[in-house]
């Protein structure tokens, strides 16, 4: 006679596989921290994972980069009984903005040069790179050299050929620490002066996507992801700048193994907006022009609003303007591991996968869709397979946001 198990049985063996699986990926795939509003509670994975609060009493949220207003502690419980992460919760406003969709243009300057190459010099018979032999590194930030502070490439020329070959105070920055080095240019066989034995980077320029326009505080954001150098790939420390309107002249088609592109054509006009901020979650500034181009306000979602399944996304890809095109949530990591790579999401709809292939260079910053709200921002495209690609959080966006206002506060 054969022996089956009773429901309640295979209910248990069913929450411990589930238990196991998300103890097992907990520190990978669920959050530390979770923003909720004022009295709501939260839940995550169709309501199997809840949070029971483990702290009774509030307590004020530290200048953490967070957020700011009250805050608990809470675990998350699956099916209400196995606990499985401890988080903190933080609750906060419901916060409206304005979705963008349009192209723009970014023009920056850096602060202080980046070190994106070394050369050699030949000088007495012997070939060497004097920033090399300095210690300097790719992705070198040199803020001053000799006591001068460096604002592109031709201001640090000029003080290496007026060093007249003795050695120079270099003071950089290296993956945000700072540093100082001793260079001694190398005075150049062919007779044309002394030499650092390096290439620098001041400017960046590219196109991207406007994600949103927040009414309240005048900011603007987009990309979704920082501006980076492209032989480094370090974030460009920003100097100063200017987001500026980019009509789309042509699309070059994605391909597997080959990132498609949007051609534009930057505006001589008047700017969109200040840059004044250029971080991994992306671009941020304040509007200059009139509000004007920007459809009615939807809520930012939190991340545990976000379902896989349908969604859109509003982006630009010819002269016609901003529009909505289908995609699909493919998967979501709750973690915040990889700020600007939470959301797995495909375009399904055939009118963008012909115009484009999928997703191209340029549409960084489109804004995600779902269930009416502003969910998040597409990022980066899958290189061999262009109809998949990241997206971003619109929360990890927000709160990018606002180190804009506490700078500004604090300036």
């Not at 990022?379 to 997206?391: A, C, E």
């Amino acid at each position: 006679m054969r022996k089956f198990l009773k429901p309640a049985a295979i209910f248990c063996l069913f929450a411990l596989a589930l238990g196991l699986a998300y103890g097992i990926a907990g520190d990978t795939y669920l959050p530390e921290f979770v923003y909720v509003s004022e009295g709501e509670s939260f839940s995550f994975a169709g309501g199997l994972l809840t949070a029971r609060r483990s702290v009774p009493q509030l307590a004020e949220v530290s200048s953490s980069g967070e957020g700011s207003g009250s805050s608990y502690n809470a675990t998350l419980m699956l099916l209400g009984t196995l606990p499985l992460k401890s988080v903190r919760v933080i609750q906060t406003g419901r916060i409206w903005l304005k979705p963008g969709g349009m192209t723009f243009g970014v023009k920056m300057f850096t602060e202080g040069v980046v070190v994106v190459g070394f050369s050699k010099v030949r000088s007495a018979g012997v070939s060497l790179s004097p920033a090399e032999e300095a210690g300097l590194k790719l992705g070198d930030v040199i803020s001053r050299v000799d006591g001068v502070l460096i604002d592109g490439n031709s201001k640090l020329a000029a003080v290496v050929e007026a060093g007249g070959g003795r050695a120079l105070k270099v003071e950089y920055s290296r993956e945000g620490e700072t540093a100082t080095a001793w260079l001694k240019p190398a005075p150049a066989a062919d007779g044309t002066g002394y030499k650092a034995g390096m290439w620098v980077r001041d400017s960046s320029a590219g196109i991207g996507t406007v994600t949103f326009f927040c009414e309240e505080t005048g900011v603007l954001a987009g990309l979704g992801h920082g501006v980076t150098d492209t032989d480094t790939g370090v974030i460009m420390p920003l100097s100063s700048g200017e987001l500026v309107p980019v009509s789309v002249t042509g699309v070059v088609k994605g391909q597997s193994g080959a990132a498609g592109e949007l051609k534009g054509a930057f505006s001589r006009g008047e700017p969109l907006a200040t840059l004044e901020y250029n971080c991994q979650s992306g671009v941020y500034g304040r509007l200059l022009a009139e509000e004007t181009s920007f459809g009615a306000a939807l809520p930012a979602a939190y991340k545990q609003d976000i379902i896989s399944g349908k969604a859109m996304i509003l982006c630009t890809v010819d002269g016609g303007g901003p529009a909505y095109y289908d995609i699909e949530i493919e998967s979501i990591n709750l973690s915040g591991a990889q700020p600007s790579k939470n959301i797995v999401l495909r375009v399904t709809d055939e009118e963008l996968l012909e115009l484009t292939g999928g997703i191209v260079q340029g549409m960084s910053g489109s804004p995600i869709i779902q269930n009416g709200c502003i969910i998040g921002a597409v990022t980066h495209v899958f290189l061999n397979d262009p109809t998949r690609g990241y997206g971003i959080f619109i929360e990890n966006m927000l709160a990018a946001a606002g180190e804009l206002e506490k700078q500004a506060l604090a300036g």
